[in-house]
């Protein structure tokens, strides 16, 4: 297939691209990478390139980023996504499009009350983030009730390496490699480690996305996760289980939330296209840590 990809450098993309060249897969339009913004860009790559699929990653994902700078988080993470599915239904009409939302668009519940949320699940955002993920969502399904072949994703939690630590589980890794190394005294920084969340690792979610491009699976929305409820105290105990020495914790009020739950029903996913987690957490978390390791062992090599 001929793959158009936005956002294509980013983390997702980071390790996508090269997967879909391991697979015979032809990816257009990257260089230099067209601003999704950029109404008129986009309209002259898809009628420049004609790819078989679009998959639209390209986002403002962090979420203390979206509140700094809401007007700009609207205008990458919807009409972003509004310019790309206009410029398809005119040039592209016949692709298939992965609109990648997220499970945050979901928003929390209780830890008492929590269960998985599937795709019929209301949205509840609490954040501008996930805010425009949840308007970009609602407004790809009315494109594909139109006829568009729009493939809505909602991906949880995912790691590996190469991730910023702005997401717990890539900041936990990157305390625990600098307190080892020496050049961040301990204790560990941390929020409510009681909350519960759902992690998967790149990879996983690379998967789903290859197994949604299979125009075979119908069109609508689908969760990719982990169904595994995990405490954000497991992800710490995870990260240091195997260090010589104890790493002792202290409460960031910057970080700290109500204990809260948000994990994801992939059954539907499964269902239709077979597909499963295929790393562990625990090899997750290994890997990301080592990832850190490196970086910094790097860096101080440099300096």
């Excluded at 805010?131 to 939690?157: E, H, I, M, Q, S």
């Excluded at 969340?197 to 996983?204: G, I, K, P, Y």
């Excluded at 295929?278 to 890997?287: A, G, K, N, R």
Aim: glycine share 6%; charged share 25%.
């Amino acid at each position: 297939m001929r793959i158009f990809i936005t956002g294509a450098e980013g983390f997702v993309g980071s390790h996508l691209v090269p997967r879909l060249a391991e697979l015979g897969h032809e990816t257009v339009g990257l260089s230099p990478s067209v601003d999704v913004t950029d109404e008129n860009a986009l309209r002259a790559t898809l009628a420049r390139e004609k790819p078989d699929a679009i998959l639209h990653l390209a986002a403002i994902s962090s979420i203390p980023a979206s509140f700094d700078d809401a007007a700009q988080t609207y205008r990458v993470n919807f009409l972003g996504a509004r310019f790309l599915l206009e410029a398809a239904r005119d040039e592209t009409p016949r692709a298939r499009i992965l609109l990648i939302g997220s499970g945050h668009q979901y928003g929390t519940t209780s830890a008492a009350a929590g269960k998985p949320f599937c795709e019929d699940t209301p949205f509840a955002p609490n954040s501008p983030y996930s805010v425009t993920k949840a308007a970009a969502d609602l407004l790809g399904a009315c494109y594909a009730a139109r006829g568009l072949d729009v493939v809505r994703v909602r991906p949880f939690n995912h790691t590996g390496p190469g991730q910023k630590d702005d997401l717990v589980i890539s900041s936990f890794a990157r305390q625990v490699a600098e307190i080892e190394a020496g050049i961040r005294k301990p204790p560990l920084d941390v929020g409510n480690l009681d909350s519960v969340r759902d992690f998967l690792h790149v990879n996983d979610v690379i998967a789903a996305y290859l197994a949604l491009l299979d125009p075979r699976v119908p069109v609508g929305a689908y969760n990719v996760a982990s169904e595994r409820a995990t405490r954000i105290r497991d992800l710490f105990e995870a990260m240091t289980r195997t260090l010589s020495c104890k790493i002792e914790t202290r409460i960031d009020p910057r970080r700290f939330r109500p204990t809260d739950y948000a994990v994801g029903d992939a059954s539907l996913l499964r269902t239709v296209t077979g597909w499963s987690p295929q790393v562990s957490f625990e090899e997750t978390c290994q890997e990301l840590l080592d990832s850190w390791r490196t970086q910094i062992r790097n860096a101080n090599a440099q300096a």
